[in-house]
């Protein structure tokens, strides 16, 4: 026998279960009442997906620094691309091939454009953390290209064969100026091809100031996560500087804002919490420096 009324394949089994009651009283479909049930489904699927469902259609990446993922819900958010930031020698490019050394090992395609380095002096250079970056090149896991000349459009056509999981750039100065590099269409069709291959990519960048103070250049606003990594001095006795870093910016995370001490150890760079050394200790440290310098130049910082 043929059935006397449509089957709605799109409502959800409950709404479906309403409709018929009720078309079956009025002996006819009923499209108002079919319509209002749609619009319920919809803003059900809408709730469900906006809490709980969310955190699981992000997969997360481990970033190799030990202390590191549990800080971010679990690593970076697969696909994004995530500026490491700061003055100069304090730890870039060290947390980049740390984060490209994770991925290796783990049977990622990664891929290292470095601008200012020779792929064989990164390679000696990581030895003494007892990383066998060479290994992982031979292997096939990774591709370092050492004082990259290459254009942007000749980058994408490398992450367009290679289809790497991770990549690094270093530094993004190098290639362009932070306003260009938003506004060039060469640049953002880059981006574009990372974010369409999920490619999670670290692009470091270089700052002249330290973290006191709050100078943002386009490229902090265009990354997806910005870390910010530099040197403070957290101790009137001991005045060494400590290694710092903070996480300005991690989009779809929660994150303490707040600078962590980190520690260069004998395996590469790690995150960690000093006992002795509260958080509240170093932002009054990070802001005297701020009022010193603001003492010395006058400028707005
Ligand atoms: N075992 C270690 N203990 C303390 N500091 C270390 C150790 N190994 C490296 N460093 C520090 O790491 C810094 C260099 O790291 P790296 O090259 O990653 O920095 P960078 O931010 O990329 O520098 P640049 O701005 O020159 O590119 C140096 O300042 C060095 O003092
Ligand atoms: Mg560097």
């Not at 100069?88 to 990622?108: D, H, I, R, V, W």
């Not at 020779?118 to 896991?141: C, E, N, P, S």
């Amino acid at each position: 026998m043929k059935t006397k009324f449509p089957i709605h394949t799109t409502l959800s089994a409950d709404a479906i279960k309403v409709l018929e009651r009720y078309e079956k009283e009025l002996g006819a479909k009923n499209i108002v009442l079919e319509k209002a049930l749609l619009n319920l489904d919809s803003t059900r699927f809408k709730a469900k997906l906006d809490t709980h469902n969310i955190d699981r259609l992000i997969k997360r990446v481990t970033t190799g620094i030990p202390g590191m993922d549990d800080f971010l819900e679990g690593g970076f958010p697969k696909g994004f691309s995530i500026v490491v930031t700061g003055p100069p020698g304090t730890g870039k490019t060290t947390f980049s091939m740390q984060y490209l050394m994770e991925g290796a090992k783990n049977g990622e395609r990664c891929v290292f454009f470095s601008f200012e380095e020779r792929a064989q002096q990164l390679v000696q250079h990581f030895a003494r953390f007892g990383w066998d970056v060479g290994k992982y090149i031979d292997d096939g896991y990774l591709e370092i290209f050492g004082i990259s000349m290459l254009t942007s459009e000749e980058m994408m056509e490398i992450i367009d064969s290679h289809k790497p999981d991770r990549v690094v750039f270093d530094s993004v100065n190098v290639l362009t100026a932070p306003g260009d590099f938003r506004t060039s269409t060469s640049w953002r069709g880059l981006h574009r091809l990372l974010k369409k291959n999920m490619t999670t990519a670290i692009l470091v960048t270089e700052k002249s100031h330290g973290i006191e103070t709050k100078h943002y250049d386009d490229f902090d606003f265009l990354g997806d996560g910005v870390i910010f990594l530099d040197f403070v001095q957290t101790n009137d006795i001991d005045t060494t500087p400590m290694p710092v870093m903070a996480v300005q910016k991690m989009r779809a995370t929660h994150v303490d804002h707040s600078p962590q001490p980190f520690r260069f150890t004998n395996n590469g760079i790690a995150k960690y919490r000093a006992l002795n050394l509260p958080s509240r200790v170093l932002q009054e440290r990070l802001e005297k420096r701020r009022a010193e310098r603001l003492g010395m130049s006058g400028d707005e910082i």
